[in-house]
C-alpha cells in the first residue's frame, strides 16, 4: 500500500467522538496528529528546493524539513517569501447535513487561504501560532467527496505580523505545521466554555452557545479525575436569546492544583432541549486554584509565595521544525520536573495543545505568549490574535501569567484584550520590563541582582537569565544566582535561557545539525534532548529538598540538616533512602562499586520553610566504608536528588591500593650534561637539567610521552636549581622555580618497590584563573579514563554541584558542547578526583593524589567557533595534564565570569603556600 493511499484511509477513518454518543461534537481528522502520524497531501511549492511541480507532503509538518523552500533563521535580513499550495479530498458523511461543520487549523505558517470546492471559507488567517477555524457547513457536498485547497504564504502581507514573527531571534518556517481537522456539531451547540476555579471552591462557568431555542437548559456535572465521587450538579435555564450563560456554586474540600499536587476535575457540560433531552455535551478539565500578584510582596498560588524555578522553552524538533507529538512533549516537561523546575515560559509563541495538557497533569506553572520578539502586531490584528491565544488556552490551570510580547514587542493597546476572555483576569506582563507591578528584566548581572533587592520596589523575575549560550551560563552562576533571589523579599524567581539548542536538519546540507552560529545552541539539553553538565546542576540547586552538607566529618552523628524548599509538601511525604558503597581496586580491568549497606530514613515532619534535622540511624560501622549516598524520593516516587559523600581523604584511598612490591632493585641514576635518567626497576624517569622538567618515562623501553612538567600553571618560571640526592637505596630529585614573589619547588622521590612519588608546593600571590601544576601529553595518545571522583562531566569553578562521587568511565570525544552533542564531554576540569587510570596508546599508567578537592584538568575543551566573544571561552594553562587546586569560571552570551557573582571571580590564594603529593603509578 503506499504511502499516499495509507494517508487517505487513515483521514477517512480517524473519526473521534468525545465520548462516543451522537450529541457529541465529533472530530474528523484531516491531516494526522503529530509528526510521527502524519496524512500525505498533494503540494506545490512556488520556490526555493523541490519547486515548481506538484507532488505530496506530510500533513502537519514544516516544508523546509521535507526538503521543499528555503531555511530561514528570523534574524536574517533576507528572507524566502515561497508558498505552499495544498490539496485533500474528504468525504462529508450524508448524516452532517443538519449539523454544523468547522474546519479547524491549530496552526499553520503564516498567511493561510483556504478553499472548499473552490469557494473561499472566510478571510485569509494571517498569525502563525494560533488556532482559527471556519464554518464550513454550506461549502460541503454530503454524502459526497469534497476538495480541500489551502494557500499559505511563509511571508505575511501584513508587515507587523512578519516583524512580530518572522524577523525573531528563532528559526522561521512555513507550512500546514500543526493537526487539521474537521469539528462536527449539533445546530443547536456548546461553543466553548471558560472557567475560573478558585481556591476556596469557588466555580464560575462561562458557556457559550449558538442557535439556542426557547426552553433550552444548561447542566453541568463536576468530577475528580482521579475516580472521586462527582460534586454536585450545576443547572440553569436559558434565554433563547442567550450566547453567554453563567453558572456559579460553591464546592467544599475540593482538591487544589499546583505543581507539587496536579489534581485535576472534569466539567461536562451538557446542552437540553425542551424536552429536556441532551443536544449536545462538551467535556473540559479544570483545576481549582487561585493565582494573583500581590503588589510590593510577591507572586503566589493558593496563598502560598511562588520563587519561579522556570525555563524558556521552543516547540521544536530537529528533523520536523515547529511540528512535534504529544510524547515530545512530555519528555520536555518530564526532563523540566527532573532538573526540579516547576514553571516554563513560552517562547515566543503559544504552545502545542498537548504541551499544555501535560503541564496541567504533570505539574508546571506556565507563562503563556502572545508573539512579538521585539517588535508588536499591529491593533487589528493584535486583538485578533489574543482572543484566538486566550479563548484556546483559558482553561488549563497550568497558565498563570498571559505575556503580551517579548522584549519591546509590546503592543500596550492589547493589554486590557486578556480580561475580556479570561474570568480569571490572570496578570499580563510585558517581558523584559518592569510593568504592572513586575519587573522581568532580562539577564541581569549580579550587581543589578543586589541593586534590585536594596532599591526595587516591584516583584522581580526575570523571564530570560543566565544565558545558555555553549557551556556557559544556566547552572555556571546559577548557585550564586539562586542564594541572592532566595534572600530577596520581593523575588519571585526567574527563567532560564533556554531548554534545549534549537538545532535543525538542514536537508539542503546533508542533514546536519544547524543552530544558526551562536543564536541557538543555548539549552540546558541539546537539540535531541542530549543533558549537558548544567541539567544536573540545575537539579541539585532547585531541588526542594535542600541539602548544604559540604563533607561529612569523621565524628559524624549520623544527623544531616534538611530544608523544605516546597510549597505545599511535608517532607514526611517524601522518602529518604541511604547507602554505603565501596569501590575497588583500580588496578582491576573493570573497577565496580558494591552497596555494603543501605537503608530508609524514618518519616520526619518537616514544613514548608522549614529546617530540620533528619537522622539517617547509621550503622556503627559506617566509616570503615568509602562513601555515602542519600536519595530523596517524592510523593509520585520520582527522584528528587541524590547526594554523595566520600568518607575517606584521598591520601587514606592512595594508601590502600597504591601498589608495591617486595622486589628489591638498587634505584640507578645517570647522568650528563642535559638529562638526568632515574631507574626504579623496569620503569625510567628522564629529567632536563635545563627546565628540571620531566622529559618522559619509559617500561620495558615502551615510552610514555608525559612531558614539560609539573609546571606551575599560567607561569613560565626560569629554574632556579636543580640538584638530586641518593639516600638509603631511594633517590629525591629537586625543582625549584621563583618568579618575583612567586616560586615553585617540586620533589620526585624513587624508593624500591613503589611507585614515583610527586611532592610539590607553590606560592602564588596575584589573582588567577586557575592555580595548580601541569604537564603536557600528545592528546592524540589519549584514549580515555577511569577515575574515582565527582562526574561525569566536566565543571567551572561557578558550576560545581550536581555530580555525584563515583567510579567513572569516559572514552575520548572532541566535543564542543553546543557545536557537537557526544556528551558527557571528555576534556575539562574534572571534581575531587581521588585517582586517574589514563588509557592511552602507550603504557598504561594510575595516578593518585593524597589532597582533598584537586581538580584533574584533563586536555583542554575546545573554544566554540561561532562564540562572536571571549565570554564562553575559557583560558587554559599551556600543560594539558593538570592537577589544579583552583579552576576557571565560565560568562554568557552576555556577561563576563566576573560579573556573576562570588563564585566566578578569579582565584586568590590566602592559604600560602600550597602543598600537594601525587603519586604516579605505572
Not at 136 to 160: D, H, R, Y
Not at 705 to 732: H, I, R, T, W
Request: glycine share 8%; aromatic share 14%.
Amino acid at each position: 500500500m503506499s504511502k499516499k493511499i495509507f494517508g487517505f484511509l487513515f483521514a477517512l477513518n480517524f473519526i473521534c467522538v468525545f465520548p462516543s454518543f451522537s450529541q457529541q461534537t465529533i472530530i474528523k481528522y484531516l491531516s494526522g496528529t503529530d509528526k510521527d502520524h502524519t496524512v500525505l497531501w498533494d503540494f506545490y511549492c512556488t520556490g526555493g528546493s523541490h519547486s515548481g511541480k506538484w507532488t505530496t507532503i506530510p500533513v502537519p509538518s514544516c516544508w523546509e524539513l521535507q526538503g521543499f523552500g528555503s531555511y530561514n533563521y528570523g534574524r536574517e535580513k533576507n528572507h524566502s517569501d515561497e508558498k505552499g499550495l495544498y490539496k485533500f479530498r474528504f468525504n462529508a458523511d450524508k448524516n452532517w447535513k443538519n449539523k454544523q461543520v468547522n474546519i479547524v487549523f491549530e496552526g499553520s505558517m503564516t498567511d493561510t487561504k483556504v478553499k472548499i470546492n473552490g469557494k473561499l471559507t472566510g478571510k485569509i488567517h494571517q498569525g502563525a501560532f494560533y488556532e482559527f477555524k471556519y464554518d464550513i457547513t454550506s461549502l460541503l457536498k454530503f454524502g459526497k467527496s469534497n476538495l480541500l485547497e489551502v494557500e499559505v504564504s511563509k511571508q505575511s502581507a501584513n508587515a507587523s505580523i512578519n516583524r512580530a514573527e518572522r524577523d525573531g531571534d528563532f528559526w522561521i518556517f512555513g507550512g500546514i505545521f500543526r493537526p487539521v481537522y474537521l469539528e462536527v456539531l449539533p445546530k443547536e451547540h456548546i461553543e466553548r466554555i471558560a472557567i475560573n476555579a478558585e481556591s476556596d471552591g469557588h466555580l464560575n462557568l462561562q458557556v457559550f452557545t449558538s442557535h439556542i431555542e426557547k426552553d433550552y437548559s444548561l447542566q453541568a456535572e463536576i468530577s475528580g479525575t482521579d475516580g472521586d465521587k462527582a460534586l454536585d450538579l450545576m443547572s440553569k435555564k436559558l434565554d433563547n436569546t442567550d450566547s453567554l450563560t453563567i453558572l456559579e456554586h460553591q464546592y467544599n474540600g475540593v482538591k487544589l492544583w499546583s505543581p507539587e499536587f496536579p489534581n485535576l476535575y472534569t466539567a461536562k457540560v451538557s446542552l437540553k432541549n425542551h424536552e429536556g433531552k441532551i443536544v449536545h455535551t462538551i467535556e473540559q478539565k479544570f483545576g481549582f486554584r487561585t493565582v494573583e500578584l500581590r503588589p510590593h510582596a510577591g507572586f503566589y498560588l493558593n496563598g502560598k509565595k511562588v520563587m519561579f524555578k522556570g525555563v524558556d522553552h521552543h516547540s521544536f524538533w530537529p528533523e520536523s521544525g515547529r511540528t512535534t507529538s504529544k510524547a515530545i512533549n512530555i519528555e520536555d516537561i518530564n526532563l523540566m520536573k527532573e532538573m526540579n523546575m516547576n514553571a516554563v515560559r513560552m517562547s515566543h509563541y503559544p504552545p502545542d495543545i498537548d504541551f499544555l495538557d501535560a503541564c496541567d497533569s504533570i505539574g508546571l506553572l506556565v507563562l503563556d505568549e502572545l508573539t512579538g520578539w521585539q517588535n508588536y502586531y499591529d491593533d487589528t490584528t493584535g486583538h485578533r490574535l489574543v482572543k484566538e491565544l486566550v479563548i484556546r488556552d483559558v482553561n488549563h490551570p497550568s497558565v498563570v501569567i498571559w505575556d503580551n510580547g517579548n522584549e519591546g514587542g509590546f503592543n500596550r493597546n492589547l493589554d486590557n484584550d486578556y480580561d475580556l476572555y479570561d474570568p480569571q483576569k490572570r496578570l499580563v506582563i510585558h517581558p523584559w520590563e518592569k510593568f504592572n507591578g513586575t519587573n522581568t528584566k532580562h539577564y541581569p548581572d549580579f550587581n543589578y541582582l543586589q541593586n534590585t533587592a536594596l532599591y526595587g520596589t516591584e516583584v522581580y523575575f526575570p523571564t530570560e537569565f543566565l544565558h545558555g549560550l555553549y557551556d556557559g551560563g544556566l547552572g555556571a552562576g546559577l548557585d550564586d544566582y539562586w542564594n541572592l533571589m532566595m534572600r530577596m523579599p520581593l523575588s519571585a524567581g526567574g527563567f532560564l535561557w533556554v531548554f534545549a539548542d534549537e538545532g535543525i536538519v538542514r536537508r539542503d546540507l546533508n542533514d546536519s545539525i544547524d543552530t544558526h552560529g551562536n543564536n541557538a545552541p543555548d539549552g540546558i539539553v541539546g537539540p535531541h534532548r542530549e543533558k549537558e553538565g548544567s541539567f544536573f546542576t540545575i537539579k541539585e540547586i532547585w531541588s526542594p529538598v535542600y541539602i548544604n552538607q559540604q563533607f561529612i566529618p569523621q565524628n559524624f552523628d549520623g544527623k544531616l540538616l534538611v530544608e523544605n524548599r516546597y510549597m505545599f509538601t511535608n517532607l514526611n511525604q517524601c522518602t529518604f533512602k541511604w547507602k554505603l558503597v565501596n569501590f575497588g581496586n583500580p588496578d582491576d580491568a573493570i573497577v565496580k562499586s558494591s552497596i555494603k549497606d543501605e537503608g530508609t530514613v524514618l518519616p520526619t515532619s518537616i514544613e514548608p520553610g522549614e529546617s530540620k534535622f533528619i537522622d539517617l540511624h547509621l550503622p556503627s560501622s559506617w566509616q570503615s566504608n568509602d562513601a555515602l549516598y542519600l536519595t530523596a524520593i517524592d510523593n509520585h516516587q520520582k527522584e528528587i536528588f541524590t547526594w554523595s559523600w566520600p568518607l575517606h581523604s584521598p591520601a587514606n584511598i592512595a594508601k590502600k591500593w597504591l601498589r608495591t612490591t617486595s622486589l628489591v632493585s638498587e634505584i640507578e641514576t645517570n647522568s650528563d650534561a642535559h638529562t638526568l635518567i632515574v631507574t626504579n626497576g623496569n620503569v625510567k624517569f628522564y629529567f632536563s637539567k635545563t627546565t628540571g622538567y620531566l622529559q618522559k618515562v619509559t617500561k620495558n623501553d615502551s615510552v610514555f610521552s608525559l612531558y614539560q612538567g609539573p609546571s606551575l600553571a599560567g607561569f613560565q618560571m626560569q629554574l632556579d636549581s636543580f640538584d638530586y640526592k641518593k639516600e638509603n637505596n631511594a633517590v629525591a630529585v629537586y625543582a625549584h622555580y621563583k618568579e618575583g614573589r612567586n616560586w615553585f619547588t617540586a620533589e620526585w622521590t624513587f624508593r624500591s618497590g613503589e611507585p614515583a612519588k610527586l611532592s610539590y608546593t607553590f606560592n602564588q600571590r596575584e589573582a588567577a584563573d586557575f592555580m595548580g601544576i601541569t604537564f603536557q601529553y600528545p592528546e592524540e595518545k589519549v584514549k580515555g579514563m577511569q577515575w574515582l571522583g565527582r562526574g561525569p562531566y566536566h565543571v567551572w569553578k561557578n558550576r560545581l554541584k550536581g555530580l555525584q562521587f563515583n567510579v567513572w568511565d569516559k572514552d575520548y570525544n572532541n566535543t564542543t558542547t553546543g557545536e557537537s552533542w557526544n556528551y558527557p564531554e571528555f576534556k575539562g576540569n574534572h571534581q575531587n578526583v581521588y585517582w586517574v587510570k589514563l588509557k592511552t596508546s602507550q603504557i598504561p599508567v594510575t595516578i593518585f593524589m593524597e589532597n582533598e578537592n584537586v581538580f584533574l584538568q584533563m586536555l583542554k575543551t575546545n573554544d566554540p567557533k561561532g562564540a562572536g566573544n571571549t565570554n564562553t571561552t575559557v583560558k587554559y594553562p599551556e600543560g594539558n595534564i593538570g592537577f589544579m587546586n583552583a579552576i576557571q569560571p565560565i560568562g554568557t552570551k552576555f556577561h563576563k565570569a566576573e560579573d556573576m557573582g562570588p563564585q566566578s571571580q578569579k582565584n586568590v590564594q590566602l592559604n600560602a603556600p600550597y602543598h600537594g603529593v601525587i603519586w604516579f603509578d605505572f
